[in-house]
């Protein structure tokens, strides 16, 4: 069975995006970038909801030849690029980029990729994310906690049913006082 990872930055009071979309709190530094390049290499398929897909299809097919892109931006890019992807969205009728686009029920799609293979795939943009927290799919959660408060925004976290209890398998600390939390749902035996 695949393992569904949902791990984005976040500000230190919970948002992924601070009010009108804005995440310019979020720079990374070069470290932070060159580990999420490791974090994106090790993930066999891409889940994206729209908002972030027109976010990251809007950059990164062409991100390794922008001027001044650094290794690690061009090998995110190719990485990117040949990384097999899903769009959930209702609204939109393409996409490109190795990617396919599904229309129909975001949870029964996701759960029945999760059967379908080992490996690991990455659920990415907050409305798909939260679909998936509120099912109790996601396996593993990944906090990259940026020393900011920005006061309201796009919440990480979503609203839950019930408690999900939280293993702490890994933590890190980044430069800009950044530190990356890694968590393993526990699962009843």
Do not use: C
Request: a negative charge; charged letters at 25%.
């Amino acid at each position: 069975m695949r393992k569904l990872v949902y791990g984005m930055n976040v500000t230190l009071d919970g948002y992924i995006a601070a009010p009108g979309d804005d995440i310019g709190w979020s720079a990374p530094s070069d470290e932070l970038f060159e580990w999420w390049l490791e974090e994106e290499q090790a993930i066999d398929l891409f889940l994206y909801g729209r908002k972030l897909w027109e976010s990251m299809s809007s950059y990164w097919p062409t991100g390794d030849r922008q001027p001044n892109a650094t290794p690690a931006e061009i090998a995110f890019a190719r990485n990117w690029r040949d990384t097999p992807k899903v769009v959930f969205s209702s609204t939109m009728s393409t996409v490109d980029w190795n990617a396919r686009l599904f229309t129909g029920d975001a949870l029964a799609e996701i759960t029945r990729l999760k059967a379908e293979d080992d490996g690991r795939m990455r659920v990415g943009g907050a409305t798909l994310a939260r679909t998936a927290m509120r099912a109790g799919l996601i396996d593993e959660y990944t906090v990259v906690t940026h020393p900011v408060l920005v006061g309201g925004g796009l919440p990480f976290f979503s609203a839950l049913d019930s408690w999900v209890n939280l293993d702490l398998v890994e933590t890190r600390t980044l430069p800009g006082g950044v530190l990356m939390s890694r968590y393993e749902t526990r699962r009843a035996s």
